[in-house]
C-alpha cells in the first residue's frame, strides 16, 4: 500500500504563488510517475504535472511557463511551486502515484486564488 500527503494549499491573490508538497509512504519502489492532478467544481480532473524517476517532466497546457514540478527520490516527495497564478487556478490540487500498475492519489489540497 502507498499513502500519500499532501501540503501547501490556501488562498492566495492573483499574481501570487504557492508551493504545494506531497510526501508518499509505504510500498515503494524506485521506479514511478509522481505529479499533480487538479479538478475545479464542475469539471474533470486534468493534469497539472507529472515527473519520472529519471526526471522526465510532463506539463498540462495551464501550467506550462508558470509551475514547476520538482522530486527528492530518496524521501519520496514531490513539489509543485506555482508562481503567476490565476483565478481559474483555482481546484482541488491531487497528488498521484503511479507504481507497479497501479494509480494512487491524495486526499486534495484546495488552492484558491482570488482577491
Known amino acids: 500500500q502507498v499513502q500519500l500527503v499532501e501540503s501547501g494549499g490556501g488562498l492566495v491573490q492573483p499574481g501570487g504563488s504557492l508551493r504545494l508538497s506531497c510526501a508518499a509512504s509505504g510500498s515503494i519502489f524506485s521506479i514511478y510517475v509522481m505529479g499533480w492532478y487538479r479538478q475545479a467544481p464542475g469539471k474533470q480532473r486534468e493534469l497539472v504535472a507529472v515527473l519520472n524517476s529519471v526526471g522526465s517532466t510532463n506539463y498540462g497546457d495551464s501550467a506550462k511557463g508558470r509551475f514547476t514540478i520538482s522530486r527528492d527520490n530518496a524521501k519520496n516527495t514531490v513539489w509543485l511551486q506555482m508562481d503567476s497564478l490565476k483565478p481559474e487556478d483555482t481546484a482541488v490540487y491531487y497528488c498521484?502515484?503511479?507504481?507497479?500498475?497501479?494509480?494512487?492519489w491524495g486526499q486534495g489540497t484546495q488552492v484558491t486564488v482570488s482577491s
Open positions: 498521484n502515484m503511479y507504481l507497479s500498475g497501479r494509480s494512487y
